[in-house]
């Protein structure tokens, strides 16, 4: 891993430095309360899905017993590990160690994904968590997921998202891109987000309002918690200042979501995987920032 502090980055840096002081203005530089969340849910079930929900269920296996990566990098920053099952196709109630909240086993392949019905309950069973987070006295959350085929509804959402801004670009190239109508998100945002998203993405997206209108820091990886990010902040502007960036990839999706969101990630290293693992550096990263409290400039 690469933390990227070089002069080229030191805007970035001081952006999210100030972002942070503005958060936590009336506490001391005493280390956050931290936790991470791990929204589990899959995509696309009746398309292609030759695992059949396998490798999902199984990832959320490890988790929920403590032995995933997200697991031992949470302990070194003395975060506990909350695993909330709200969409995977196979069925997990023997599974001890997960918050059983599933609306639909698996979005489905092609428009919509879900009904909106589903999407509203994805979105109320984020919130909940949102709230009991709160309850508890957390003050910065590092979001993660565990699905299959995730990038199919991050592409998605983020497209939607940026719909009329991906058309605007290309037409003024002497290009004409033709994307599928789906609404308009800040308007009709449960419709939207059963169209294209995925319940992860979608309980991602009422965790990440109720948190962040409530001064709770919630730090986001890869491109499937930034769909969530980006489509919080089109619905509810406010919300950009308590949502961070951890990493900085090449992904195209990814760095499409940081140039619409104005972020620069400020974390490098090679690993792409969104079970929470680059949002619990993150969390260490905010962390590093609450040590220097009262000592900027």
């Not at 001391?28 to 059949?52: I, M, Y």
């Not at 109320?124 to 709160?134: C, K, L, T």
């Not at 990038?151 to 994307?179: C, D, F, I, P, W």
Request: glycine share 10%; charged share 20%; aromatic share 6%.
């Amino acid at each position: 891993m690469k933390f990227d502090r070089k002069e080229s980055h030191k805007s970035g840096w001081d952006v999210m430095q100030d972002k942070v002081f503005s958060l936590y203005k009336d506490r001391g530089q005493e280390p956050l309360r931290k936790a991470l969340v791990v929204f589990c849910g899959d995509t696309a079930v009746d398309g292609v899905n030759k695992t059949q929900g396998r490798l999902s269920f199984n990832e959320a296996a490890v988790i929920s017993q403590g032995y995933g990566p997200v697991n031992a990098a949470a302990r070194r920053i003395n975060a506990p590990v909350y695993l909330i099952d709200i969409g995977l196709q196979k069925d997990t109630t023997a599974i001890s160690g997960i918050l059983h909240q599933k609306v639909i086993h698996g979005t489905h392949h092609g428009y919509p994904a879900m009904d909106k019905e589903t999407a509203e309950r994805a979105v109320s069973a984020g919130m909940a968590v949102a709230q009991a987070v709160i309850r508890q006295g957390i003050e910065a959350v590092g979001l993660g997921h565990v699905g299959e085929r995730y990038m199919l509804s991050a592409l998605a959402v983020t497209t939607a998202a940026l719909h009329q801004r991906l058309e605007n670009a290309t037409r003024k190239n002497g290009y004409r891109l033709h994307l599928k109508e789906v609404g308009n998100l800040a308007e009709n945002p449960l419709e939207v987000l059963a169209a294209t998203g995925s319940t992860e993405i979608v309980a991602m997206f009422g965790f990440i309002t109720v948190c962040a209108k409530n001064g709770v820091a919630v730090v986001f990886d890869d491109a499937v918690s930034g769909a969530a990010a980006l489509a919080a902040t089109i619905v509810y502007p406010e919300v950009l200042s308590g949502i961070f960036p951890s990493l900085a990839y090449d992904e195209p999706v990814h760095k499409m979501q940081m140039q619409a969101l104005h972020m620069e990630p400020m974390l490098h290293y090679g690993i792409t995987g969104g079970a929470g693992l680059g949002a619990a550096a993150g969390l260490s990263l905010l962390d590093r920032i609450m040590m220097n409290y009262g000592k900027a400039e």
